[in-house]
């Protein structure tokens, strides 16, 4: 009987010790989002070095934090800790209208979100390789100009530049100030060579109503954007052939377009559609490079930027502003040009297309027809539009008339330009084509659109998939020998 107890009192002491350990096992297992980011880089990433530098520990809340190796630059100054949540919507947070933008070149990216704060924003953007969890140095903030909105009662807008970005470099970025921080994401740049890759994608025009009502605009839109990221692995910008939203004074349309936490690790380029115009909302939501206005007192929204990406020149016109084609948007392309003489590739990006294979869009082809006489002298080699809600490639043109038929999937030292029209990315809406005489194809698929275009200092292929089965719908390359 006494051994008998004995060995009770052993197995119930046994059993008390192993409960206590399985509960500080639980206690310990908790949700890493830093550390989950981390993972989801290793898995974008497949080089030993980038897996590496994806490694990263949560250290407990009390322990001191370890030192960094000395060869890893981890930053000075103050250290900033930020809540340890990673890729969640941002307005879960109590930030709005998150949105990462191209910058004057491939080495800047420019940033805008909204704060209820009306003290300075900045943000905080670090290398992946030197995070220690959800810490950031002050030696990597860079501080945001902050002005009321006038578009959204009781917040702030915040915009800021980020300079100086390597290539091919994995980033941990934050945005807010000590009042709020945003979620941590991921940026990836992509190499700084003179051989790219960048998407492109017409007419998002979220929140515009469709005849179908069950179908989920932003959801569509959420499934091009991941595809993109999940095809172009090495991704550089998406750009946007314009009417971004179906409102253009809705801040709701704004959300549908830009709550999608994959945008915000791809920068975005987008051109102003007829949608887009008017009021601050567009000049507000977006941070663009280069931002040329027509006269001080004009409406914020009639501007044309640039920027250089690896020696290729992008030249995005606003096709709104029919007035002023001679005296405003053919001075910011001969400008623009001057600045870069040696641009291997000038590409013109405006949302009305000059070549129109829609019924009701003829008198808007017509208006921007005015534009092609300084793109060609400026030496503009693609021109990308939207706006007619289907897909078209034309012949290669010089003037309004045919230069050289363009039958098969290339062409070889072009004389003259030819131009893409990109169709819905949102598959809210597609019109019917009646044709037209200057394209090679003219056609509503049906589906959402996407293109990925490949640059080389030799060639620039544009592949257009549907985003909803990634097949192939068109294929073209310009070659220069």
Known sequence: MKRIGLTAILLCFLLTFMVGCSQKADDVNIEQPVEQAKEQTTEENTSVEEQAEATVQKPAAEAEVPAAEETLAVGSGEIITVPAVANEVVEKTGLKYLSVEVGKTEAERNFVWYSKSASDGMVLMQEASTMESNLFYTSNSTAAKTKESKTEEG???????????????????????????????????????????????????????????????????????????????????????????????????????????????????????????????????????????????????????????????FLMINSNNGSDYDDYHKKFVEEASAQYPDATWKVAVFHFPPFSAVEKNQNDAASVQELIPFLEEAGVDVVLNGHDQLFSRTHVMKGTSISQKTDGSSVTNPDGIVYFTLSSSSGNLFHESIGNPNAVKTEASGHPQASRIDVTPTSFKVTTYNTDTWEVYDEFSIIKE
């Open 155 to 313: 917040y702030y807008v915040n915009k800021a530049t980020v300079s100086n970005l390597k290539p091919s470099t994995t980033y941990y970025y934050v945005v807010g100030n000590s009042e709020g921080w945003s979620p941590i994401y991921t940026y990836k740049t992509s190499s700084f060579d003179t051989s790219f890759s960048f998407a492109a994608v017409g007419d998002p025009e979220m929140g515009i109503g469709t005849d179908d009502e069950g179908l989920d605009q932003m959801g569509i839109f959420d499934n091009t954007i991941n595809k993109i990221k999940e095809q172009i692995q090495d991704v550089a910008f998406l750009l946007s052939t314009g009417d971004q939203v179906g409102i253009n004074d809705s801040n709701d349309d704004y959300a549908s377009l830009l709550n999608h936490v994959g945008l915000y690790s791809l920068a975005f380029a987008p051109t102003i559609g007829n949608h887009d115009v008017g009021g601050s909302h567009f000049k507000e939501h977006f941070n663009l490079p280069n931002f040329n206005k027509i006269e001080p007192d004009a409406d914020v929204t009639n501007d044309d930027y640039y920027f250089s990406y690896n020696g290729v020149l």
